[in-house]
């Protein structure tokens, strides 16, 4: 006997999974340039770390995400405090790592943790799971998140 469940149970159970593992304080890298994949990033951390990637721009500490009762949506609850980016440049791209880590981990060889999320980063009308006023972001200004969301889609 197998158990079915409609389309939207099926995408709260990925989204509660998916919150499960990033619902804690938890930090966020962004960079800028091409989007890597996950496995990318886990192979060649060391070109991916603050001190040796160029396309490093900014580490955010102290942010959660919540599922509403009302949706299936995953939305960054507590947005992390604006921080002056380590370079200047324009958001593409963000690894969302489910712990809160620090700068100090960011920096080194060792990749910080196995478990997080490469995601997209956009302006405000875009499409990304971070966003932005602005994804230009320069190295003497405070830069701060606007809002952050992520949605569960499968395809039946």
Known sequence: MALTYHPNIRKLFMGRAVLAAFSSPMAISVY????????QVTNNWTSYTRVTSLDFLV????GAWTQPNSDILLQLFTI?????????GTATWAILWNTNITGAAVDGAT?????FLVV?????????VIRYADPILF???VATILDGSMGAYLTV
Not at 80 to 88: A, D, W
Not at 120 to 128: A, E, K, L, R, T
Request: net charge neutral; no cysteine; glycine share 14%.
């Open 32 to 39: 800028t340039g091409s989007q890597p994949t996950a496995l």
């Open 59 to 62: 580490h955010y500490q102290g």
């Open 80 to 88: 992390p405090p604006g921080v002056i980016p380590t370079r200047s």
């Open 111 to 115: 990749l910080p943790t196995p478990n």
């Open 120 to 128: 997209p980063v956009s302006d405000s009308i875009g499409q990304g």
């Open 139 to 141: 190295n003497a200004t």
